[in-house]
């Protein structure tokens, strides 16, 4: 990793932590705003701890972008979670022979960035 991508992710770690201090929930219940807090605060340590030790620069770059686009969409939505991309279940092709894994492979390509270690995490 470049000193200069390290700075980045150092960046990205420390506006988190501020976004989190800051957060209010849209709700405007304390005991919301306390969940969607800790909710930020642990979504940001495990996916950080889980890809420390990435090398590949391409990896690091598409870590970097689904995580600007977490905290743009957070901010614009005022929700701290990830917003579920609607697709009917199989929903894509029909489910004969090799389409199958056509309709994976669609399922895996359409997934926004910003959900990319959502599953791997949940």
């Not at 770690?13 to 501020?18: C, W």
């Not at 929700?79 to 895996?108: A, D």
Request: glycine share 4%; with cysteine; hydrophobic share 30%.
């Amino acid at each position: 990793m470049t000193t200069a991508t390290r700075q980045e992710v150092l960046s990205l770690y420390r506006s988190i932590f501020k976004l989190a201090r800051k957060w209010q929930a849209a709700s405007g219940q304390m005991e919301d705003t306390i969940k969607e807090k800790q909710y930020i605060i642990n979504e940001a340590r495990t996916l950080f701890q889980k890809n420390k030790n990435l090398t590949d620069s391409d990896l690091i770059k598409q870590c970097i972008d689904e995580c600007t686009a977490r905290i743009e969409i957070g901010l614009h939505y005022q929700i701290p979670y990830p917003r579920p991309i609607h697709l009917p279940p199989m929903g894509l092709t029909p489910l004969r022979g090799r389409r199958l894994q056509t309709q994976e492979k669609m399922r895996k390509l359409s997934k926004p960035v910003y959900l990319q270690s959502h599953d791997e995490v949940s």
